[in-house]
Protein backbone atom coordinates (compact mmCIF):
# COMPACT_ATOMS: atom_id res chain seq x y z
CA UNK A 1 0.00 0.00 0.00
CA UNK A 2 1.62 3.27 -0.99
CA UNK A 3 0.12 6.93 -0.31
CA UNK A 4 1.01 8.78 -3.81
CA UNK A 5 3.94 11.23 -2.04
CA UNK A 6 6.46 10.45 -4.74
CA UNK A 7 9.66 10.20 -2.64
CA UNK A 8 12.08 10.97 -5.80
CA UNK A 9 12.43 10.76 -9.37
CA UNK A 10 14.32 7.55 -9.97
CA UNK A 11 16.26 6.79 -13.53
CA UNK A 12 16.03 3.81 -15.79
CA UNK A 13 19.26 2.17 -16.23
CA UNK A 14 18.63 -0.82 -17.61
CA UNK A 15 16.18 -2.83 -19.72
CA UNK A 16 16.41 -6.47 -20.28
CA UNK A 17 13.47 -8.02 -22.32
CA UNK A 18 12.32 -11.49 -22.13
CA UNK A 19 9.72 -13.77 -23.90
CA UNK A 20 6.58 -11.59 -22.45
CA UNK A 21 8.59 -9.96 -19.44
CA UNK A 22 11.20 -7.14 -18.95
CA UNK A 23 13.63 -6.68 -16.00
CA UNK A 24 14.17 -3.04 -15.13
CA UNK A 25 17.02 -1.28 -13.51
CA UNK A 26 15.76 1.75 -12.18
CA UNK A 27 18.97 4.97 -10.42
CA UNK A 28 17.87 5.90 -7.73
CA UNK A 29 18.69 7.08 -3.95
CA UNK A 30 16.25 8.11 -1.11
CA UNK A 31 14.26 4.70 -1.99
CA UNK A 32 17.26 2.15 -1.68
CA UNK A 33 17.64 3.59 2.47
CA UNK A 34 16.86 0.88 4.38
CA UNK A 35 15.95 -1.65 0.99
CA UNK A 36 15.41 -5.91 1.53
CA UNK A 37 14.90 -8.08 -0.98
CA UNK A 38 10.74 -8.63 -2.05
CA UNK A 39 10.57 -5.09 -0.83
CA UNK A 40 7.08 -3.68 -2.77
CA UNK A 41 8.80 -0.13 -4.54
CA UNK A 42 5.75 2.17 -6.71
CA UNK A 43 7.20 3.13 -9.72
CA UNK A 44 5.11 5.63 -12.04
CA UNK A 45 2.50 4.23 -9.77
CA UNK A 46 2.88 0.33 -10.78
CA UNK A 47 3.75 -1.85 -7.24
CA UNK A 48 6.85 -3.68 -8.34
CA UNK A 49 8.80 -6.35 -5.90
CA UNK A 50 12.66 -5.90 -5.42
CA UNK A 51 14.36 -8.57 -7.06
CA UNK A 52 18.37 -7.37 -6.59
CA UNK A 53 19.91 -3.85 -5.52
CA UNK A 54 23.15 -1.99 -4.90
CA UNK A 55 24.19 0.76 -3.49
CA UNK A 56 22.42 2.76 -6.76
CA UNK A 57 20.27 0.66 -8.38
CA UNK A 58 17.39 -1.70 -7.67
CA UNK A 59 15.85 -4.12 -10.41
CA UNK A 60 12.13 -5.23 -10.59
CA UNK A 61 10.84 -7.77 -12.99
CA UNK A 62 7.34 -6.19 -14.72
CA UNK A 63 5.19 -8.79 -16.35
CA UNK A 64 2.87 -8.98 -19.06
CA UNK A 65 0.20 -7.97 -17.43
CA UNK A 66 1.75 -4.85 -16.13
CA UNK A 67 3.20 -4.35 -19.37
CA UNK A 68 -0.12 -4.46 -20.82
CA UNK A 69 -2.40 -2.28 -18.46
CA UNK A 70 0.65 0.85 -17.71
CA UNK A 71 2.96 2.55 -19.71
CA UNK A 72 6.02 0.97 -18.21
CA UNK A 73 6.71 -0.75 -21.35
CA UNK A 74 7.37 2.59 -23.89
CA UNK A 75 10.16 3.31 -20.79
CA UNK A 76 13.33 3.94 -22.32
CA UNK A 77 16.86 4.33 -20.97
CA UNK A 78 17.27 7.28 -19.38
CA UNK A 79 13.16 7.45 -18.85
CA UNK A 80 12.38 9.49 -15.59
CA UNK A 81 9.87 7.08 -13.27
CA UNK A 82 8.28 8.61 -10.19
CA UNK A 83 9.24 6.09 -7.05
CA UNK A 84 7.90 5.83 -3.78
CA UNK A 85 8.63 3.02 -0.76
CA UNK A 86 5.37 1.59 0.87
CA UNK A 87 3.71 2.94 3.18
CA UNK A 88 4.83 1.93 7.17
CA UNK A 89 1.87 1.22 9.67
CA UNK A 90 1.33 4.03 11.78
CA UNK A 91 2.64 6.76 9.41
CA UNK A 92 0.81 9.70 8.37
CA UNK A 93 -1.21 8.95 4.86
CA UNK A 94 -0.62 12.36 3.49
CA UNK A 95 -1.97 11.81 -0.12
CA UNK A 96 -4.77 8.84 -0.19
CA UNK A 97 -4.84 4.63 -0.11
CA UNK A 98 -2.91 3.60 -3.31
CA UNK A 99 -2.10 0.22 -4.07
CA UNK A 100 -0.17 0.48 -6.66
CA UNK A 101 -2.24 -1.60 -9.20
CA UNK A 102 -2.74 0.58 -12.07
CA UNK A 103 -6.47 0.49 -13.78
CA UNK A 104 -5.18 2.26 -17.31
CA UNK A 105 -3.35 4.68 -19.15
CA UNK A 106 -4.29 8.53 -20.12
CA UNK A 107 -2.99 10.30 -22.11
CA UNK A 108 -2.17 14.43 -21.64
CA UNK A 109 -4.13 16.61 -23.46
CA UNK A 110 -3.12 19.86 -22.49
CA UNK A 111 -0.78 21.62 -20.07
CA UNK A 112 -2.60 25.49 -19.19
CA UNK A 113 -0.11 27.43 -16.95
CA UNK A 114 -1.61 29.81 -13.53
CA UNK A 115 -0.45 31.97 -11.94
CA UNK A 116 1.33 29.63 -9.32
CA UNK A 117 0.14 26.42 -10.84
CA UNK A 118 -0.50 24.58 -13.75
CA UNK A 119 -3.82 22.34 -14.92
CA UNK A 120 -3.11 19.25 -16.91
CA UNK A 121 -5.63 17.70 -18.63
CA UNK A 122 -6.30 14.34 -19.28
CA UNK A 123 -7.83 11.70 -21.54
CA UNK A 124 -10.04 9.55 -19.61
CA UNK A 125 -10.83 5.73 -20.37
CA UNK A 126 -14.76 5.31 -20.88
CA UNK A 127 -14.49 2.05 -18.43
CA UNK A 128 -13.08 3.96 -15.21
CA UNK A 129 -15.51 7.64 -15.90
CA UNK A 130 -17.90 6.22 -13.42
CA UNK A 131 -14.76 6.06 -10.29
CA UNK A 132 -13.67 9.71 -10.95
CA UNK A 133 -15.74 12.84 -9.50
CA UNK A 134 -14.45 16.15 -9.01
CA UNK A 135 -12.95 17.10 -5.96
CA UNK A 136 -12.21 12.92 -5.73
CA UNK A 137 -8.88 11.49 -5.34
CA UNK A 138 -6.95 9.82 -8.73
CA UNK A 139 -3.56 8.81 -8.46
CA UNK A 140 -1.03 9.71 -11.79
CA UNK A 141 1.99 8.33 -12.56
CA UNK A 142 2.60 7.21 -9.03
CA UNK A 143 1.20 11.07 -7.47
CA UNK A 144 -1.92 11.66 -5.55
CA UNK A 145 -3.99 14.10 -7.06
CA UNK A 146 -7.34 15.82 -6.70
CA UNK A 147 -9.45 16.14 -9.31
CA UNK A 148 -10.37 19.52 -10.11
CA UNK A 149 -12.74 19.36 -12.85
CA UNK A 150 -13.92 16.21 -15.07
CA UNK A 151 -16.41 15.90 -18.19
CA UNK A 152 -19.36 14.49 -17.81
CA UNK A 153 -20.29 11.10 -17.49
CA UNK A 154 -20.54 9.62 -21.15
CA UNK A 155 -19.72 12.86 -22.95
CA UNK A 156 -18.25 12.00 -26.10
CA UNK A 157 -18.46 9.81 -28.75
CA UNK A 158 -17.77 6.31 -28.07
CA UNK A 159 -14.03 5.65 -29.06
CA UNK A 160 -13.59 9.13 -28.96
CA UNK A 161 -11.25 9.08 -25.45
CA UNK A 162 -10.20 13.08 -25.96
CA UNK A 163 -14.02 14.20 -25.75
CA UNK A 164 -14.17 12.32 -21.98
CA UNK A 165 -11.39 13.90 -19.74
CA UNK A 166 -10.05 14.74 -16.00
CA UNK A 167 -8.04 17.85 -15.01
CA UNK A 168 -5.68 18.30 -12.30
CA UNK A 169 -4.52 21.22 -10.65
CA UNK A 170 -0.24 20.96 -9.83
CA UNK A 171 1.50 23.61 -7.52
CA UNK A 172 5.32 24.19 -8.08
CA UNK A 173 6.23 21.72 -5.79
CA UNK A 174 4.41 18.79 -7.60
CA UNK A 175 5.66 19.75 -10.89
CA UNK A 176 9.56 19.93 -9.43
CA UNK A 177 9.20 17.09 -7.46
CA UNK A 178 7.85 14.51 -9.72
CA UNK A 179 8.31 13.99 -13.49
CA UNK A 180 4.72 15.02 -14.30
CA UNK A 181 6.57 18.22 -14.38
CA UNK A 182 8.58 17.21 -17.51
CA UNK A 183 4.97 15.32 -19.10
CA UNK A 184 4.57 17.07 -23.16
CA UNK A 185 1.42 16.93 -24.60
CA UNK A 186 0.60 13.07 -25.93
CA UNK A 187 2.79 11.13 -23.62
CA UNK A 188 0.87 8.45 -21.59
CA UNK A 189 0.42 8.02 -17.90
CA UNK A 190 -0.79 5.49 -15.73
CA UNK A 191 -3.83 6.24 -13.72
CA UNK A 192 -5.16 4.47 -10.64
CA UNK A 193 -8.94 5.20 -9.44
CA UNK A 194 -10.02 5.27 -5.78
CA UNK A 195 -10.16 1.95 -4.70
CA UNK A 196 -13.20 2.67 -2.73
CA UNK A 197 -15.24 3.68 -5.85
CA UNK A 198 -14.65 0.54 -7.16
CA UNK A 199 -15.68 -1.69 -4.28
CA UNK A 200 -18.81 0.46 -3.57
CA UNK A 201 -19.55 -0.14 -7.60
CA UNK A 202 -18.92 -3.85 -7.37
CA UNK A 203 -21.24 -4.40 -4.34
CA UNK A 204 -24.13 -1.86 -6.46
CA UNK A 205 -24.03 -3.49 -9.34
CA UNK A 206 -27.56 -5.81 -10.19
CA UNK A 207 -27.32 -9.46 -9.44
CA UNK A 208 -28.96 -12.14 -10.69
CA UNK A 209 -28.85 -14.42 -7.61
CA UNK A 210 -31.28 -17.01 -9.53
CA UNK A 211 -28.61 -17.66 -12.04
CA UNK A 212 -27.87 -21.61 -11.07
CA UNK A 213 -23.84 -21.63 -10.06
CA UNK A 214 -21.85 -23.72 -12.79
CA UNK A 215 -18.52 -25.03 -12.75
Not at 24 to 53: H, K, M, P, W, Y
Amino acid sequence: MFTGLVEEIGTIAGLEHQADSVVITVEAQRVLSGVQLGDSISVNGVCLTVTEFTSSTLCADVMKESLDRSNLGDLSVGSPVNLERAAELGSRLGGHLVQGHVDGVARLLSRTPGERWEVFRFSLPSELERYVVEKGSICVNGTSLTVSAVSDLGAGVQGDRDTRFFEVSLIPTTLRDTNLGSATVGDTVNIEVDVIAKYVDRLLAPKDFDRPVTD
